[in-house]
């Protein structure tokens, strides 16, 4: 954290990209082990088959970043452009295009989600006091606390702007709710913080809330305005639950064996932020009495004192093959629930989709 208590008159400190937004997947594709989900053969990126979408998309998130403020601007403008996936506006069109969606309230649809998304990340960011993200500073570290968290606030409020713009109170009953839940979810990952007696089940509650929750109101959301079927819909909330599990698994695994360059971040974040992710809750379960223990006081400890020995010992318990395991079924059951949506290419990227949530190194 800077510390800072007072605003620099430098407003803009590192180099924008102006309209060039980033890929949206830059994965490394590896072999998967044996007893994962069918790697696809089709060559085009996942977003080829929304790509028009994706530009209107971007238009509209510059359009509605516009602010009287002029610092508002800047700092929306630099942490969406940061870089990043955009799997859940993307979740929103492939929902709405597979379910045979024609009209342009998607559009709105995705841009909202997506400014959702960005607005935790400012206050993630500040509430983890984090310095960096996606390889480059965190808005936090850059301009302060006060102003991410305000901006944050602002990205929020224009969402639910959006909402009204749709014009669906389903849609918003459901939105509004995943707000709700969302929050809950990061209150209870900060309450468990350095504690080294959470077990799985608390894990899973917790990542269901924070990172989940979005992720299933995307692809639920897509669905309610296709106007699609109780089945569908139904199936379509379960994909975007069972894919956010399975994203935030691989996520918390590649804090212990992922590429620090790739992902942006140190190896060993959370546990500097004594965070009892799936890996050091299996190797305190697995683990000798000497190795349980020795990871709870890292997490009671935080920081990276005992980075090395906790590194060998997640190996050694086989807690990182068992994350990946778990991913990899939360995968396959995104997989099943597409049995519900008519073929399309759509839905072939949907597949792909939940494979390259497990198959990937940032």
């Not at 605003?7 to 102006?18: D, I, K, V």
């Not at 400012?122 to 993200?133: C, K, N, Q, T, Y």
């Not at 713009?165 to 913080?193: F, K, P, W």
Request: aromatic share 6%; hydrophobic share 45%.
């Amino acid at each position: 954290m800077s510390g800072r208590t007072a605003l620099t008159p430098s407003w803009a400190p590192h180099s924008m990209t102006g309209n060039s937004w980033p890929s949206l997947f830059q994965v490394d594709i590896a072999s998967m082990p044996a007893n994962a989900p069918p790697k696809a053969t089709t060559s085009p990126p996942i977003h080829a088959v929304v790509a028009e979408d994706f530009d209107a998309v971007n238009r509209t998130i510059a359009d509605r970043l516009a602010s009287r403020v002029p610092l508002v601007e800047t700092i929306g403008h630099y942490i969406i452009a940061g870089g990043g996936k955009r799997l859940r506006p993307l979740l929103v069109l492939l929902a709405a295009r597979a379910l045979g969606y024609e009209g342009d309230r998607h559009i709105t649809l995705a841009t909202l989600i997506e400014f959702m998304h960005t607005s935790t990340l400012l206050h993630d960011d500040v509430v983890d006091e984090s310095h960096m993200r996606r390889g480059k500073s965190t808005a936090n570290d850059a301009w302060g606390n006060a102003p991410s968290v305000l901006v944050g606030d602002f990205l929020y409020s224009r969402s639910f702007q959006m909402m009204v713009d749709i014009g669906s109170m389903r849609i918003m009953e459901v939105l509004s709710a995943a707000t709700c839940t969302i929050a809950e979810g990061e209150v209870q990952q900060l309450t468990n913080v350095g504690n080294a007696e959470i077990d799985e089940a608390d894990y899973f509650q917790t990542i269901q809330g924070k990172t989940a929750m979005l992720f299933e109101a995307a692809s639920h959301s897509g669905a309610i305005l296709a106007a699609a079927s109780p089945t569908q819909e139904a199936a379509l909330q379960r994909y975007g639950r069972y894919l956010g599990l399975a994203f935030q698994l691989i996520d918390d695994l590649l804090d212990y064996e992922g590429d620090a360059d790739a992902m942006g971040k140190n190896v060993g974040d959370d546990l500097a932020e004594g965070k009892p992710t799936l890996p050091l809750i299996h190797a305190i379960a697995t683990g000798t009495p000497e190795q349980a223990e020795l990871v709870r006081q890292a997490i009671r400890q935080g920081g990276l004192d005992h980075l090395d020995e906790v590194l060998a010992i997640v190996h050694v318990t086989g807690a990182l093959d068992y994350t990946r395991a778990k991913a990899e079924e939360m995968a396959g059951e995104a997989l099943n629930q597409l049995d519900a949506l008519p073929p399309s290419r759509y839905r072939d990227s949907m597949a792909e989709l939940a494979r390259m949530a497990v198959d990937r190194n940032a």
